[in-house]
C-alpha cells in the first residue's frame, strides 16, 4: 500500500489560528489576561510562575495551564499553592496547540480568573508558531543557556512582548555578555521589554509584577 | 477549496529511517565513527565538541556538522580550529533529519575523517525521534536546567548511550540534587554511561575521552 504524502504544513496552521481565536474571544468575554510563556528547557518558567503568584495572588484571581511532554511535576507545585491547574501532556509534541488550551479552558472556573499563565513545553522553536488565544507572549532566557541564543533562535525573540533575562544571580560565575545579549534582541525586536531577573533570589521581579499590574488594568479598561 | 489531511507522521519516519539505514552504510564503508549530540538549547554541546576536538585530533581525524535553526555561529568555532565542518540550517525545522546529513556528507572529505560529530539542533523533544545514521548517541544535560529534566523529557534519556552532565562548576549556587537525577536517568535506561562533566574547567572530560577512544577502537575492529 503506498500513502498519499501532502504537505500539511500551512492548513495546520491556519485550523491553529482559527482555533486560537475563538480561544481569545472566549477568554476576552471573561476579561481575563491570558499570557503565554516560552522558554528553554530549564530556563525558569515553573519558578517565575511560582513566585508571581506569591506575589499577585492578593491582586488578582490567577489559573494555570501547564505543558509539558510527560509528567506533571510542575502542576502539582502549582496546585499546592492553591491555584486552580490543568496539566496538558503533549505525548511527545513538542509545542502547546489551541484546541489543547481550548480543552483545559473547559476545565477552569473561567467567571473566578483574572489572570491566565499558560506554561508552553520547553523548546526555544516551534511554540513560537503555534498562538493559543493569549494576550502576551513573554520568553525566558536564562544566563547559563549562553548570550548567542538570540543568534540561534531569532524567530521567538523576535516575536515576543518582553524577555525575562533569568538566573542572574549566577552571573558572577558565567562569561555572560548581558549588554551584547540586549542589542542583539532589540536588534531582532525593537518593541520588546527585557527584564534581568533572579526568580531564585528575587532581584529585579518588581518590574515584571509592575509590567504584569499595568497589563491587567490594560485587559480590566478594554 | 478543502485540503484533504493525511496523518503522516509514520511515514515520515520510515522514510526517515530509510535514509538513516544509507547513511550507516555509507559511514561504516570509511569506518568513521559517528556520534549524534543532542541537548536542550546551551546545555553545552559545542563547547564539548570543542573541548574533544582540541584533546583528540591527534589521535583521531575529526570532522563536525552543525545543525541549527539560524547562524553559523558554531561552526565558524569548529572551523577556527582547522577542522572540516558543514553548517545544516533548519530554517525552522526543530530537529535534523537523515536526508540532511546525506547533503552534509556529500560535502565532507569522507576518506579523511575516523570520528564525526553531529551537532543536532538544540531540543530535549523531537532529535531523538530521527536516527541521522549515527553509530552512538549522547546527550547533554547541564546543572542549571535542573534535576528534573528526565522526568518532563524521558524518551531522549531513555535512547541515549552516554549523558554528560554538565557544568558541575556551577554545582556549588544551585539545588541540584546529583545522585537523585542519576536514579531517575538509570531507572529510564539501564545501560546508560553517565559522566558529570564542566567544559568550562575541562573536570571530568577524561572519563569521556577514554569511553571515545574506546568507541573508536570497537569502530576500527569492526
Redesign the interface.
Given at each position: 500500500m503506498t500513502?498519499?504524502?501532502?504537505t500539511?504544513g500551512e492548513?495546520?496552521l491556519g485550523a491553529n489560528e482559527a482555533k486560537a481565536s475563538a480561544n481569545r474571544k472566549r477568554l476576552d468575554k471573561y476579561g481575563i489576561l491570558t499570557i503565554n510563556i516560552m522558554s528553554?528547557?530549564?530556563a525558569g518558567k515553573t519558578s517565575l510562575i511560582l513566585s508571581t503568584i506569591k506575589h499577585m495572588r492578593e491582586k488578582a484571581k490567577i489559573a494555570v495551564i501547564e505543558g509539558?511532554?510527560?509528567?506533571s511535576?510542575d502542576a502539582e507545585k502549582v496546585n499546592e499553592l492553591g491555584i486552580p491547574v490543568i496539566q496538558i501532556n503533549t505525548a511527545?509534541?513538542?509545542h502547546l496547540e489551541a484546541n489543547m488550551v481550548e480543552k483545559a479552558l473547559n476545565d477552569l472556573p473561567l467567571g473566578d480568573i483574572e489572570l491566565l499563565f499558560i506554561e508552553n513545553?520547553?523548546?526555544?522553536?516551534?511554540p513560537n508558531?503555534f498562538a493559543l488565544g493569549e494576550d502576551r507572549r513573554i520568553m525566558i532566557s536564562?544566563l547559563?543557556?549562553?548570550d548567542?541564543?538570540p543568534?540561534?533562535?531569532?524567530?521567538m525573540f523576535a516575536d515576543t512582548d518582553v524577555v525575562l533575562l533569568n538566573?542572574t544571580?549566577?552571573e558572577p560565575?558565567l562569561d555572560f555578555n548581558t549588554n551584547g545579549f540586549k542589542k542583539v534582541v532589540t536588534g531582532l525586536n525593537p518593541d520588546v521589554t527585557i527584564f534581568p531577573v533572579s526568580c531564585k533570589t528575587g532581584a529585579g521581579l518588581e518590574a515584571w509584577f509592575a509590567w504584569l499590574e499595568s497589563a491587567l488594568k490594560g485587559k480590566k479598561n478594554k
Open positions: 500513502v498519499k504524502v501532502i500539511v492548513d495546520i528553554a528547557p530549564g509539558d511532554v510527560a509528567s511535576v511527545g509534541g513538542c513545553v520547553g523548546n526555544l522553536i516551534c508558531a536564562s547559563p543557556e549562553g548567542d541564543k543568534y540561534k533562535y531569532p524567530a538566573k544571580d549566577l560565575y
